[in-house]
């Protein structure tokens, strides 16, 4: 299921790999391509769960990205 809460800003200052990646997610909800969208949302899910372990996000950034993304 595509789905982007626009509400939710992501913040200027995050990772730059993240921020490609939301970018792309971004051109597929807008072509209304949904099997790319949900392709690339599978590994931008994990890509997101491996910078938070890895420290690079916090927990809120984390749960932001997720709200946003309709995860939780």
């Known amino acids: 299921m595509m789905y982007i809460d626009h509400t939710i800003v992501i913040p200027e200052d995050f990772p730059e790999g993240l921020k490609r990646d939301f970018a792309e997610l971004q051109e597929y909800y807008d072509a209304g391509d949904w099997l790319q969208f949900d392709l690339l949302f599978e ?30």
């Open 43 to 72: 590994a931008v899910e994990a890509s997101v769960k491996a910078y938070y372990l890895a420290g690079k996000i916090s927990r809120e950034e984390l749960n932001l990205v997720f709200r946003r993304y309709g995860i939780a």
